[in-house]
């Protein structure tokens, strides 16, 4: 007995001291997403300014809109392109405005809205060709985060990194996937710094494309967060009031209206809001799918929802989900078609525009919605894809923007688009 508890020893301790060993040595390839903390200080963000300077050159576009001829379009947290379009086979660069933290915008009656960070600055943009600061009200979107030292927290930089990695480090992660992210309680503010304190409705009113943050109703300006709804009064255009901010949820992405409703997408879910009291929008249902980016577009009694995949979206579908809300307390899944990455899209009569991103954009006639996968006419594979307008009343011009520029096209015939101009991105 005393010679089989002695071997019983030895052998706990040899796999305690091989466990110890593996711990100490263990490491894989790991795909993960960096994210770094980005801050200023209340003194630069007192002194961020809306300037208009001399045209420059598209390096990272972001969120595209139309108002009278003009095309804005968002250089990514740098300000705002603007773009004489009286000409679609000729568009001419007329000036950039200079906005630091600038994502989202909206025009109506003169008036452009755009965030800045915090803050939502009023421009008066009647004359193009000297665009003024009308207003700047503080501290609208989100709630700001001070560090000890005093510093804000602005956002987080994300990269994707492939390294070695131990795997105490790597088994704290979240996966999402194939790809690892940190711990999300890890991503607070909290943590990265110490001590803490498209669519448009109504006269005058621009349009934006499906991935926008920023809509406009009549004399209201709705903007979606990562998690909250912000309703703003533009009774005053000059002096926009708030209303409300309601949370509603998270991974909030984008917001379109439709008749007298809101729809917003978010990693999980459409969601469907009324708005027939534009100032008092509440909630009317969720359509829950698997989590990816998600944009939507309406018409008659269909959502066109589209879900991709990718680093950042989290997700592993690609595919476009058509969403019965004939009964917007009940929306339905009537069918899933597979995409290649879908991003952005736009709907004009009968025509479906979908971005798909590197893989281009294609066009699909949905006189039958239930069949469009039947029936794709055309399909432009050269270009990179992020969001599309078709243009209304615009003698069917068509405006695309993606990683390689800003690009028109005539869809008179869907079966053979036809490219009109471009602009494209200077690396």
């Known amino acids: 007995m005393k010679k089989v508890t002695q071997l019983g020893t030895l052998l706990f301790l040899a796999i305690f001291l091989l466990q110890s060993c593996v711990k100490d040595t263990c490491e894989q390839t790991t795909t993960w997403v960096r994210q770094t903390p980005v801050y200023k200080t209340q003194t630069e963000l007192d002194n961020i300014a809306a300037t208009q300077d001399a045209p420059r050159a598209l390096r990272n576009p972001g969120k595209i809109y139309f108002y009278n001829d003009y095309i804005f379009i968002n250089e990514v947290r740098e300000g705002i392109h603007v773009i004489d379009n009286s000409d679609p086979e000729n568009p001419v660069k007329t000036s950039f405005i200079d906005l630091d933290g600038n994502i989202d915008l909206a025009v109506r009656n003169g008036r452009l809205y755009a965030d800045s960070y915090f803050d939502l600055f009023v421009l008066d943009v009647q004359n193009p060709e000297n665009i003024t600061t009308v207003n700047r009200q503080r501290e609208v979107f989100e709630e700001t985060w001070q560090t000890a030292d005093g510093r804000i927290w602005l956002y987080n930089e994300q990269e994707l990194v492939t390294e070695m990695m131990d795997c105490e480090t790597r088994n704290a992660m979240v996966e999402r996937g194939g790809v690892f992210w940190q711990n999300e309680f890890a991503l607070t503010p909290n943590a990265a710094g110490g001590d803490f304190s498209g669519g448009g409705g109504g006269s005058g009113n621009g349009?934006?494309?499906?991935?926008?943050?920023?809509?406009?109703?009549?004399?209201?300006?709705?903007?979606?967060?990562?998690?909250?709804?912000?309703?703003?009064?533009?009774?005053?255009?000059?002096?926009?009031?708030?209303?409300?901010?309601?949370?509603?949820?998270?991974?909030?992405?984008?917001?379109?209206?439709?008749?007298?409703?809101?729809?917003?997408?978010?990693?999980?879910?459409?969601?469907?809001?009324?708005?027939?009291?534009?100032?008092?929008?509440?909630?009317?249902?969720?359509?829950?799918?698997?989590?990816?980016?998600?944009?939507?577009?309406?018409?008659?009694?269909?959502?066109?929802?589209?879900?991709?995949?990718?680093?950042?979206?989290?997700?592993?579908?690609?595919?476009?989900?058509?969403?019965?809300?004939?009964?917007?307390?009940?929306?339905?899944?009537?069918?899933?078609?597979?995409?290649?990455?879908?991003?952005?899209?736009?709907?004009?009569?009968?025509?479906?525009?979908?971005?798909?991103?590197?893989?281009?954009?294609?066009?699909?006639?949905?006189?039958?919605?239930?069949?469009?996968?039947?029936?794709?006419?055309?399909?432009?594979?050269?270009?990179?894809?992020?969001?599309?307008?078709?243009?209304?009343?615009?003698?069917?011009?068509?405006?695309?923007?993606?990683?390689?520029?800003?690009?028109?096209?005539?869809?008179?015939?869907?079966?053979?688009?036809?490219?009109?101009?471009?602009?494209?991105?200077?690396?």
């Open 207 to 427: 349009t934006g494309g499906s991935m926008a943050r920023f809509t406009l109703v009549n004399d209201y300006l709705y903007r979606v967060g990562d998690s909250d709804l912000t309703v703003i009064s533009l009774a005053n255009p000059d002096a926009p009031g708030i209303i409300s901010t309601v949370n509603i949820g998270w991974g909030i992405e984008t917001i379109i209206p439709y008749q007298n409703n809101l729809f917003i997408g978010s990693n999980s879910g459409m969601q469907i809001w009324d708005n027939s009291n534009p100032a008092a929008p509440f909630f009317l249902s969720e359509f829950q799918h698997a989590r990816a980016c998600d944009p939507v577009f309406v018409k008659d009694n269909y959502a066109y929802v589209t879900l991709r995949d990718g680093t950042f979206c989290e997700g592993f579908e690609n595919q476009l989900d058509l969403i019965d809300v004939t009964d917007l307390t009940n929306p339905r899944l009537e069918e899933t078609f597979p995409m290649q990455n879908p991003h952005g899209l736009s709907i004009d009569e009968n025509n479906l525009f979908v971005c798909e991103g590197e893989h281009g954009l294609k066009v699909f006639d949905i006189a039958d919605p239930k069949k469009l996968d039947e029936n794709r006419l055309s399909h432009i594979k050269n270009i990179d894809a992020y969001d599309v307008i078709a243009l209304p009343n615009a003698d069917n011009v068509l405006l695309l923007i993606g990683e390689d520029g800003f690009f028109q096209y005539d869809y008179s015939d869907p079966e053979n688009l036809r490219e009109i101009s471009r602009i494209t991105v200077e690396k």
